[in-house]
Structure formats: C-alpha cells, structure tokens
C-alpha cells in the first residue's frame, strides 16, 4: 500500500542496491543488513534499532512486486513531475509551485498515480480536505478557506513475539499515551521489523487522534527459518533411510506435523515441499521447505569399519567432486 512519505524515501539506497536490482539481490542485502542492525545483536541501541525499522520498511516494499512497481512509478512521477514543489511546473497544466510540496497523497489504485485533490488545495491554501468549504456550498473563495483542526501526533511503541506467535498471530497490551492499554491484534503472517498502524490510537488533537504505530519483532526460532511466506526445517536423516528411503514425519510451526517420502537416493540437500504449509498472509501463502541433512555413523566398532570396507568395494562412488570442478573450470 502506497505511503504518502515514499516520495522522500531512497529503498534501494537503504539496501545499497541498484534500482533494477533482481529479487534475490534485494533479498540478499535485506539478510545481510538485517543480521547487521538486529536489535538482538545491539540491545539497547536506539540507532541500531531505527536502522533496521528502515530496512525492514524498505524490504517490505521491494520485495512485494505490486508495491515496487507502484514505489517506482512514484518516485518517477515525483521526480519529472512535482517539480512544483521545489518552486517549478506540474504535469497537466498546474503552473507555479505548491508550498513545501508535503500535501501530495497518492492512493493505491490506477498505479499509484491518482492525486488527492483535496490535499493539493488544501496545502495551496493553508487548509486541510476539511477547509475546502467552498467547493460544497459552505464558505467560498471570497470568505477564505478555513484550516481543518490537526489531528494528534502519532506514537510508536515496540512488541517483540515469538516465531509461532508470527505464524499462528496472537495479541498484545500496549499502553496508550494517556496511560490506558489496548489489545492489539498481531496477524498471523507478520514479518520481523513489520509495522503495524492502529489508527486513532496516538496522541488527541483538536481534529482527532493521531495513529499507533506498532514495530514488531520477531525472535529467531532453534527449527525453524523464514523464506519470504515460506517456512524452511532442516530435517536429520540416517544413512539407511538416505539410502533406501523413508518416510519422514516433520514438525509445522503449528504444533502439528506432516508427512513427506523420501526417495531412495535422494541426492544431498534436495527441497522437499508440503504445499500451502507456510505463513499465510493477505497477499499468500508459502510452503514448507524441508531439506533432508544425512546423519553419518559416529564411533564405529572395528567390525563396523571393516563391514563399510567390504560395501565400498560392492559399491563404490568414484570421484563424487569431479563435476563439481568441471563447472568451476567453466
């Protein structure tokens, strides 16, 4: 959903990516630069903090397609096209500039490039939408425009959860600037460093109640990893069952568990999936990715070394590297 401040935000700047960066380049820097400020690694550390609210904002945006496109339409419209703002022409023959260029709201459909005309007037005149009396029959351009009341300022609170609270979604008590606790409603699916906005919860104002703004974020888990809405495990298996194959039963973050076969032979860290077993969320839902892990044999009797002896001559593997140092040689 588009943001009224993404015209003075540089995403790809914050993940230091080109702006034709692919998926996974965007997806590497945001890995990279969240390890980086997490505020597990920095407790207490106010910029640290604040340095990944903002990559995670920025990940959030670039890494959804719908959002990018609409980001880049923006910041490409903003840039040839709201030269008024800085004292120059608008497109669609609006001369002159518009004062400070901060009223400039853009919605979500047509591509991100409708103009919240009310805006615009109201920050030509000095109002808000609620001052435009004169277009519906109440003051008119002789009587002056009228400046809505402001709304109260908006205020930010952190909620830390725990991964399967991220998967399943669950509800916390923050307190409210006038001393009171609310519950808020964290949706399954929520992202580590997400925001969450709890409108007219912030601070009161002469025209209402400003927002919440709610950071979330998420622990790591000892199973479990994130992939996008995907939900990654590494799962252990013996040497038997690499060999002959198997039936393994794996763990969801649900508390529940799914069965997959794994192939007899199966080569070394081939994906398993269980379909629609991930993070379900409003724009999807991810898979369960599991990645069978050999557990090798430790502290073999001296019988045992000379049985594995005997069944490497009935089937031995050759040179298991060569292919690899052919590709490396290409």
Partial sequence: MASENWLNQDFYKVLGVAEDASDADIKKA?????????????????????????????????????????????????????????????????????????????????GGQNINIEDLLGGMFGGGAGGLGGFGGGSNFGGGFQQ?????????????????????????SVTLPSGATTKIRIPSGVKDGQKLKLRGKGQQGPGGAGDLILHVFVDSHPVFERDGNDVVVHVP???????????????????????????????????????????????????LIVIPE??????????AKTAFAEFLKLAPQGDVRSDLMRKAAQ
Wanted: glycine residues 14%.
């Fill in 30 to 110: 945001y890995r990279k630069l969240a390890r980086k400020y997490h505020p597990d690694q920095h407790p207490g550390d106010a910029e640290a903090e604040r340095k990944f609210k903002e990559v995670a904002e920025a990940y959030d945006v670039l890494s959804d397609k719908k959002d990018r496109e609409e980001y880049d339409q923006i910041r490409k419209y903003g840039a040839a096209g709201f030269a008024g703002a800085q004292g120059g022409g608008f497109p669609g023959g609006f001369g002159g500039g518009f004062p400070g260029g901060q009223n400039v709201h853009f919605s979500q459909s047509g």
């Fill in 148 to 172: 809505a009341p402001r709304k109260g300022a908006d205020v930010e609170a952190n909620a830390r959860i725990s991964f399967k609270d991220s998967f399943n979604g669950t509800e916390r």
């Fill in 237 to 287: 298996v013996s040497l038997q069952e690499a060999v002959e194959g198997a039936v393994l039963e794996v763990p969801t973050p649900d508390g529940k568990s799914v069965k997959l076969r794994l192939q007899a032979g199966a080569p070394a860290g081939q994906k398993m999936r269980a379909k629609a077993r991930g993070f379900k969320t409003a724009k999807g839902t991810g898979n």
């Fill in 294 to 303: 050999v557990e090798l044999p430790q502290n073999l009797t001296d019988e």
